[in-house]
């Protein structure tokens, strides 16, 4: 079984960082892809970056390219979102997931969620 928590998530101005991370207390985290998914309300879920296992190659949503970065220290069991030059848009509740692979870099087969982390960017 794997658990997953996301935190770092908060309030900034348009323009501004965040980090947010997501912990797992499952020993085979290291051995999952896993994604970084967005829901704003209203609007359906988001895939928004995804890494794999091993090589750690990295994927993301065109909405987020050049201003988000997907990263993991599997020693630790983490894996990061650092989001840049946020924009209003970015708005949502985030929220991590795992899958057994990472389906050629699609946003399908994630069966293990944590209980997201919201984002609020402001103009």
């Known amino acids: 079984q794997v658990q997953l928590t996301a935190s770092g998530g908060g309030s900034v101005q348009a323009g501004g960082s965040l980090r947010l991370s997501c912990a797992s207390s499952?020993?085979?985290?290291?051995?999952?892809?896993v994604g970084w998914f967005r829901q704003a309300p209203g609007k359906e879920r988001e895939g928004v970056a995804g890494?794999?296992?091993?090589?750690?190659?990295?994927y993301y949503a065109d909405s987020v390219k050049g201003r988000f970065t997907i990263s993991r220290d599997s020693a630790k069991n983490m894996v990061y979102l650092q989001m840049n030059e946020l924009k209003p848009e970015d708005t949502a509740m985030y929220y991590c997931?795992?899958?057994?692979?990472?389906?050629?870099?699609?946003?399908?087969?994630?069966?293990?969620w944590g209980q997201g982390t919201q984002v609020t960017v402001s103009s």
């Open positions: 997931a795992a899958a057994g692979t990472c389906y050629g870099g699609s946003w399908l087969g994630f069966g293990y």
């Open positions: 499952g020993y085979r985290f290291r051995s999952f892809c």
């Open positions: 890494i794999y296992a091993g090589v750690a190659n990295t």
